[in-house]
Nanobody
Framework: VQLQASGGGLVQAGGSLRISCSVS???????MGWLRQAPGKEREFVSAIRWHGGATYYADSVKGRFTISKDNARQMVYLQMNGLKPEDTAVYFC??????????????????WGQGTLVTVSS
């Protein structure tokens, strides 16, 4: 399975952006997650969605601003980001996990990290 994130760019604070993740090959994960890594910081969980069923999970820092969605037929996952803040600046990655529900919040549970996409939010 290969993952490719796209759609990043430069946006002003308060603006919106939608990033996408395409999945090539047969997807066998339980969840698909979005994670991010800011310069000089560790990777952190942003959001996840259950591949079959659609339950969603969010980090407190993005709850109410970001929305994760998916298209199983096209094997695509999206992250709609509204109300962007400078602290959202990071490289965003998509990756699958087969862990239990509570593990979706743990970045170390994700595997096969795809190529990320850079989101820069200017103040």
């Amino acid at each position: 399975v290969q993952l490719q994130a796209s759609g990043g760019g430069l946006v002003q604070a308060g603006g919106s952006l939608r990033i996408s993740c395409s999945v090539s090959g047969r997807f066998s994960g339980t969840f698909m997650g979005w994670l991010r890594q800011a310069p000089g910081k560790e990777r952190e969980f942003v959001s996840a969605i259950r591949w079959h069923g659609g339950a969603t999970y969010y980090a407190d820092s993005v709850k109410g601003r970001f929305t994760i969605s998916k298209d199983n037929a096209r094997q695509m996952v999206y992250l709609q980001m509204n109300g962007l803040k400078p602290e959202d600046t990071a490289v965003y990655f998509c990756a699958p996990t087969n862990g239990i529900t509570s593990s979706v919040y743990n970045p170390s549970m994700y595997r096969n990290w795809g190529q990320g996409t850079l989101v820069t939010v200017s103040s």
